[in-house]
């Protein structure tokens, strides 16, 4: 019993030590904080543009580099530090504008930087997660300090908007520079530390404002921060029932826009069960996503048809939303030889954050309902994406970030894109949907190119290889002193750029 | 005096009803209702629905169960495999006596829910692996008290007596040492059960333990940190589950210790 006595002695030190330090560093905390501070959920990767894939790595860089083209709220490509002419189809030539920003060491941004940054993505020595996705480059050429010429080894109409890679400086890309964690860029921020990984701090080359982002793992602590003022603003990653918590408080403020996040359910085309349509489509009618979205999702979230949204310009606005009917649902699972005696089995594998488990869950339910019985099986997200990669899987749920060029369906949905070659986890092969994408990839008109991807979207939904759920909403959750940040459909921090905070 | 260990033990019969009763009543602690989801309690539900729409009233039912069996079985477990070593090393002496003290050194060092924790993670979560990995931990108290009561009495006449008349170790043991030092094992075995159940809960709360969607009062917690701010209600209920059951069990340990008048 003695020991047990040392034990809560000890115990009671600890406790007393905690509540003083506690109030050690509440005294420390300068009330009057001057930086605008962001929560994240996670921690950027990389704030090398070269090799960023990650939503917040993506989103990150934006601020800290300026690439040749961005995009308008249609998706479409627009000119950023460069203008183009399409000398011919596999002829593209770039004028970089005048007056442009220098690089944050004090150097020019010429056409050699371009050109160095691109012939660093192209290295076969680099391997860079967008080489993919500019291999048609054949040579590129800096006509002179301003012009750069690029040559294709075919013709392609989407090629500017390929060119979204932030603009490095020659000379550090020689020097094997580390941009991922010393990023210079030519962007409206500037880095000034990056703290193990956990606390970004950028400066506003405008008005010197600090930035910061810290990250929080846990969405209590970075709402509970927030109330507290350690932090200002937070982007999304929030459950929705705490959203709607704060924004009844007064020194919150809640905004919300539509999003392009694209959530699914994604299948095996390979495995006997879930490769058959009956299946699929049983699965399909038997979710009610009009009340997940209602009652879960705290309606910021729309229901999808398809993976663009309805504005994009290669959007289909047309299609028939699958309904939900458990009925309809029974007798196409009756077609396939189910019923409740003999119920289909499926495993149904997501990653371990606690709002997909909690919608899996849910999901689970509803299939049960019909006589599916669902396993859900979560892993950490390092098994969960090595299972799904390599097609280990009967039915799982994943979401698509920050979608933009139309050719992410040749990636996903080409019989040729396969993993490793791109991202046809789900190893449809279909013959209609490789000839529409080979179609429209050779298409010359983007136009033309947009209704053969509108096309493309009504077959997918009739051969349901995804079955799409939603595409969540951009939320926004500030005090009230926060002014001028406007959301967008993509998501990115861009706001961060000229956003201000009242004292 | 009696009056006193009332209310413990009334509450703990009452959460041993509850555990039972789980196994017979049709309760329904999975069914997911999403237009109930997170709504506080009220007159039909006392406890409220959780982030699933799920009743947590049914959900506290099987939480007892679920604690109630790894406690009772770890307990079992650990009370024979910790006095059976206890007995065995401190009667036969010499170096199966220092290897028993050794082992209980290591164990005791060892911060014992982080080694439950190490377990778990060796062993992958799941019940019957908490189990294990719980027992892992337990027996070390009950084999360091059986071997201290055994060395204070080994001498004594009586078992002087059984011994030099032939009698066999084993009826040694279980005849004239056991029944003198049950005592203070039951009451060691009232505390474990108490610590068993704060162990369960917590790592199940890690998600080492029991796994979703089987209800323990652990897990419920761990899915109430996340909606505490709105629907404290999710944390609250499991909370007070086991406080009452843990205060109770240690306060029924202390009174029973009182009356069978037991010295450290």
Known sequence: MRTEKKISQTKYLLILYVIFFQFFISSCKDSNRETIAVGLSTSPITL???YATDAISYRITRLLYESLVDFDEEFRVKPQLADWQKISPTHYRFSLRKNLKEFHNGSPLTSEDVRATYQSVLNPEEISPHKGSI??????????????DFKLFYADPLFPGRLVIGILPKELISKKHNFSRQPIGNGPMKIISFKNDKHLKLKRLDDNKIIEFITLKDPIVRVLKLLRGEIDLIRGNLPPEIVSWLAEKDSIKVKKKKGSTFTYLGFNMEDPLTGNYYIRSAIAHAIDRKSIIRHVMG?????????LPPEHWAGNSDLVSLDYNPDKSRRLLAQAGYNDSSPLRIIYKISNDPFRLRLATIIQSQL???GIEVEIRSYDWGTFYGDIKEGRFQMYSLSWVGLKIPDIFYYIFHSKSIPPHGANRGRLNDYNVDLILELAKFEASLDKQALY???LQKYLLDILPYIPLWYEDNILVSKSDIKGYK??????????RYVTKNN | MMKKINIPFFIIKFWFVCGILALILPLQPDQIELNKILLGPNLEQWCGYDHLGRPICERLIMGAKTSLSVAIVVVLISFIVGTFFGVICAWLGGIYDKFLVAMIDIFISFPGILLAIVLAGLLGPGLANTVIALSIVSWVGFSRLARIQTLSIKNRDHIIAAHALGTLDYVIALKHILPLIIAPLIIEATFTIASVIIAEAGLSFLGLGIQPPAASWGTMIRDGTQYMLVAPHMVLAPGFAILSLVLCINLMGDDMRDRMDIRD
């Open chain 1, 48 to 50: 090398d543009p070269r």
């Open chain 1, 135 to 148: 291999d048609m480059i054949k040579s590129i050429h800096a006509v002179d300090p301003n012009t750069i």
């Open chain 1, 299 to 307: 309606k910021s979230a729309r229901q999808a048809e398809a993976l």
């Open chain 1, 368 to 370: 049960k309902s019909v």
């Open chain 1, 453 to 455: 991807y509108k096309d």
């Open chain 1, 487 to 496: 959301l967008n459909t993509d998501g990115n921090f861009d706001s961060l």
